[in-house]
Nanobody, 116 residues
Framework: QVPLVESGGGSVQAGGSLRLSCAASGYTYRTMAWFRQAPGKGREEVASIYTGGGTTYYADSVKGRFTISQDNAKKTVDLQMNSLKPEDTAMYYC???????????WGQGTQVTVSS
């Protein structure tokens, strides 16, 4: 198993921004994605990217505010989160898979808290 390490979480006020990063220890996955889960709620897919091709997916709730991208220099997949809302508060998890459309590995998560 190749470890996935998330970073960049924190606490911000509504309207602020955060940038999350996911590192895969040098292994190149075909699919990388971000999921989130708030206390008492189910886990949902936030965004995903198919490396190489660059095709992206966004949940309707974050479309226009979040951007997923690759950082080739650092070999990470980042999630830029702008115009944050209190309802974005959740534990954010990085997930990855070796083929398009699959996720097999998960990180430990990084907490994002947005206050009014």
């Amino acid at each position: 198993q190749v470890p996935l390490v998330e970073s960049g979480g924190g606490s911000v006020q509504a309207g602020g921004s955060l940038r999350l990063s996911c590192a895969a220890s040098g292994y190149t996955y075909r699919t990388m994605a971000w999921f989130r889960q708030a206390p008492g709620k189910g886990r949902e897919e936030v965004a995903s990217i198919y490396t190489g091709g660059g095709t992206t997916y966004y949940a309707d709730s974050v479309k226009g505010r979040f951007t997923i991208s690759q950082d080739n220099a650092k070999k990470t997949v980042d999630l830029q989160m702008n115009s944050l809302k209190p309802e974005d508060t959740a534990m954010y998890y990085c997930a990855a898979g070796p083929t398009v459309g699959s996720v097999n590995y998960w990180g430990q998560g990084t907490q994002v808290t947005v206050s009014s």
